[in-house]
C-alpha cells in the first residue's frame, strides 16, 4: 500500500497520522465532539519525560480547525 498524505489525514484510515498536543493548547480542543472518542492521553514510560495532559490528537483534525482571520 501507498501511504500518501491523503492517507494519513483520512479519519477512517487506520493509518492516521496524530500529533502530541501540551497542555494549555490542548484546552481548547477538549472543547469539541469528537476529542474524547478520538484522541489519546501520552503516557511515560521508561524514562521518558512526563507531560501532564498532553494528548496524541488526529492531524486531521487539527488541520480542519478554522483559524481567524
Keep these: 500500500m501507498k501511504i500518501t498524505l491523503s492517507t494519513l489525514t483520512n479519519p477512517d484510515s487506520i493509518d ?3 500529533v502530541l498536543v501540551r497542555f ?13 472518542k478520538e484522541c489519546f492521553l501520552y503516557q511515560a ?3 521518558q519525560e512526563y507531560l501532564s495532559s498532553a ?13 481567524p482571520e
Design 16 to 18: 492516521v497520522l496524530y
Design 24 to 36: 494549555p493548547l490542548v484546552q481548547e480542543l477538549m472543547a469539541h465532539d469528537w476529542f474524547h
Design 45 to 47: 514510560h521508561d524514562g
Design 55 to 67: 494528548y496524541f490528537v488526529p492531524i486531521s483534525r487539527i488541520m480542519a480547525i478554522k483559524q
